[in-house]
């Protein structure tokens, strides 16, 4: 476990590597976002203020994500407290976002679609995120075998997880998905015939079905009917993201994708999402 920068690098401060690696997180997303806004020539200035309700609604939903975890009220921390000391959630991060976007776009009139901008983007700064998680939390349940990670005595405590066992790296997990979920995007699917703004639905549905999963080996509490509460959120958006997905693959949304169709081979459905992602 390597709680603050200090820890790491003896002499640096001691902020936490959980905000570090959030910090680098956002970076990132703004060199991916950067480079991909100029490959598809998008120069209205309104895109600012989209990127910046992006980033606010993902702070701002983040914190808010999880501040009702008992259902006592008096457990839980006051709002002021949860936003500047609380835990954060990446899925209510997500949703915070999206919302983030289509208010800023409304405020300011933004008119096109922005998912293929924001997709690669968002998976890239997932994966550095996670980082943070697993030098910071608790991995995940005990493997019940002889491999995971094993945490001393110490780190244990300060996690609140089992020591001298295997424990699941559930965050190791996730990390080598965003990766090879941003491989797909940033040499793949990116340059494919999509619908205008639709490389973020299939990146969001593929992480929805990926942390439903990966919850089974996390160390969270279960809340109902044996699930966590992050499974009983991907439990009711999960369905909604498929029927979008079915709905959009009737109308031919994805055909530059799908194997053998003449959209693909023809390129005019790329055409059309350059100008319009």
Known sequence: MIPTLADLIPGLPPLGMHSVMVALAFAAAG???????????VTDPRIAYVVLGCVAGAALAARLGTWFQHLNPAENLSLVDQLLHGNASFLAALFGAWIGVHVSKAIVGYPDRTGDLFAPAVALAMAIGRVGCLLTENPGLPTGSGWGIVLDPAAAARVGAPAGVGLHPSFVYEIAFHLVAFGVLWLWLRFTPVAPGELLTLY????????????FVRDNDVAWLGLTRPQLFLAVTIPVLLVRIA?????????????GSRRSASGEAGVTRERHA
């Open 204 to 215: 969001i549905a593929a992480y929805a079905g990926f942390r439903f999963l990966i919850e």
């Open 247 to 259: 709905l959009l693959v009737r109308r031919g949304a994805f055909d530059g994708v799908l194997p």
């Open 31 to 41: 060199v991916v976002f950067s480079i991909e806004r100029r490959r598809r020539g």
